[in-house]
DNA sequence: TTAGGGTTAG
């Protein structure tokens, strides 16, 4: 063309970013800079949706600059785009602020809002500003904006608000949308009712790569390692390519039901048969998957021997190894598992305290004191983690050996009783965190050092009244036969209310038992 | 010629 208009320059760089081109589309845009032409509103949405898909924010800011002084600072779609562009670099004050300063939003606007809360885990700022659009606007919500509110209902467990979400899906009509049954299939994995995201997933036709995926993962979180492996090999026999997540997940399974050989199976078959390249965050579930068969020393080497891309991978790497070191009084590959991420600026708390809790656990209480003193020179403070159960409309919460709360010594009453029980059949101590330390030599003191997530079981099993279904998830950090043990004597048969704790889906931990044992 | 959604390991 003799001379392109901003028509012609905007189609083009809309065309680079539909075939998946964006860095050629942000060079497109600073050509056209030198040229006579100058940008619209069109081209400013289109870059910016550029520099969401490259999570450039530096150039998205530039660019957001440039759009303010040349009067599209007030357009909504370009400021739409601005918000998702935040959101999708991670800065979801940035995305607040654009939204905040909007004379008038659409639907569009508020679902990029409530995805960029969604995305950065900060469901329930997402599921606030929902709260929001529904009592300031007419408009009922759509699929794309039902997709984001399920996906921040399952990143906090939220089964009431999750159901809710669910009923306005129906309402709509999108159970038909791939994108939304996948996050219902997620969802109710997430929360706790993995047999109705196998009623969502059975009811579809021809279940996409994300479907598939989502169902698998749930299988893996609840110990059906063999489910998710015949899932897995139904997607492959339907033509259904796996990719990357799909591989997390199938791993993810063979870790927690303790498949090591299907696993490494998995592992090797990723190139060769599906095109998959391995990274990091495989070989990790595969340091997990040794890990929990106590094969420590095997799980070290292969660490070693991974290349990290970022310091976030191979935090999540060294932290796996870190927790499982711990539990199994392995002091040496703590300390250069907490060396590493300290080094790296990785979870430098987390890092003090396993180490600290490594030594104390084989009577190395010198040194585990001397980390204690450690942190608190260089000012490193550990946020408590927390557990909590949704009863009803209401949510609580609990932390680790705190009993002030209402009912506090009636919790310790029953957990006491449970305990005692557990041991008369022969499981061992401790499975219920009640741990028993020599204090000044003689004197035996009771240290209530009880998981958050027990305290909310045991909360629960007192609040919820006689003849309601209480469902247990196969957690709460035990081995099989503790979890079997508990639930016989608890007399728990089904559950109806989820424990929950702040580091999403802590107690699908299965394999991780205080008696030590691993299956 | 423009903006929005899903699945991921400790």
Redesign the pocket.
């Known amino acids: 063309m003799p001379e392109p208009n ?2 012609s320059w ?2 083009l760089m ?1 065309g680079y ?1 539909v075939a998946g081109q964006a860095g050629l589309a942000l060079g497109m845009y600073v050509k056209m800079l030198e040229t006579s032409v100058k940008p ?7 870059v ?2 550029a520099c ?1 898909i490259l999570a450039e924010l530096e150039a998205g800011k530039k660019i957001h600059a440039h759009a303010e002084v040349m009067g599209y600072g007030t ?4 400021c ?2 601005l918000v ?1 562009m935040y ?2 670099c991670n800065d979801v004050n940035g995305a607040r602020s654009v939204f905040d300063s909007m004379d008038h939003r ?7 809002m409530i ?1 960029a809360y ?2 950065n885990g900060r469901g329930s700022e997402a599921l606030e500003v929902f709260r929001l659009f529904n009592s300031m606007v007419r408009v009922r919500a ?7 509110v399920i ?1 921040a209902c ?2 906090l467990g939220k089964l009431v608000a999750g159901r809710a979400s669910h009923g306005a899906v129906i309402r709509g009509g ?1 159970e038909v ?7 219902l299939v ?1 969802m109710y994995g ?1 929360s706790g009712c993995f047999d109705y995201s196998w009623k969502i997933f059975k009811r579809i036709p021809n279940p ?4 598939y ?2 169902i698998i ?1 749930g299988a893996s979180k609840y110990g059906l390692g063999k489910l998710s492996i015949e899932l897995f090999e139904e997607m492959v026999e339907r033509g259904v390519n796996p ?4 591989f ?2 199938v ?2 399974g063979c ?2 039901s303790g498949l090591v050989d299907e696993g490494l199976g998995f592992l090797n078959s990723m190139l060769e048969k599906h095109g998959v390249e391995p ?4 070989y ?2 595969v340091v ?1 998957m040794y890990c929990r068969v106590g094969r420590l020393d095997e799980a070290h080497k292969l660490a070693k021997s991974i290349h990290v891309e970022n310091p ?2 191979g ?2 790497l060294w ?2 190894l ?3 070191s711990r539990l199994h009084g392995r002091v040496d590959i703590a300390q250069e598992a907490s060396r590493r ?1 300290i080094e790296s600026n990785q ?1 430098v708390a ?1 890092a003090y305290v396993t180490l600290s809790n490594a030594c104390a656990s084989t009577g190395e209480w010198e040194i585990a004191h001397g980390l204690r003193s450690q942190m608190k020179q260089a000012g490193v403070v550990k946020d408590p983690g927390c557990s909590w159960v949704e009863i009803r409309d209401s949510t609580f919460v609990f932390h680790a050996g705190d009993l002030s709360f209402e009912r506090g010594e009636d919790v310790l009453r029953l957990l006491r009783e449970l305990e005692g029980r557990m041991k008369e059949r022969g499981y061992a101590g401790g499975s219920l965190g009640l741990v028993f330390f020599e204090v000044e030599q003689e004197a035996k003191e009771e240290i209530v050092s009880l998981h958050s997530e027990r305290l909310a079981l045991a909360f629960a099993l007192i609040v919820i009244p006689k003849g309601i279904t209480i469902r247990v998830m196969k957690n709460l950090r035990m081995c099989k036969d503790c979890h079997e043990a508990f639930k016989a004597i608890s007399g728990i048969v089904e559950r109806d209310f989820i424990v929950r704790d702040v ?1 999403r889906f802590h107690h699908f ?1 299965d394999g ?1 038992c205080s008696c030590g044992d691993f299956w």
């Open positions: 901003v028509v905007t189609s809309a970013v619209n509103d069109f081209t400013v949405s289109t910016v949706k969401s357009d909504l779609v370009v739409s785009s998702c959101g999708y659409n639907i569009v606007t508020w679902t990029s995805a969604a995305q759509n699929d794309f904006m039902l997709a984001s996906s399952s990143s999108h949308n791939d994108v939304v049954t996948s996050t997620d997430k996409s790569v994300v479907e995926t989502s993962v990719n990357d997540v799909t997390v997940g791993l993810h870790s927690h990274e990091a965050k495989h990790t579930c997990d976030a991978e935090a999540l932290g796996t870190l927790s499982a991420l979870q987390g580091n931990r991780s």
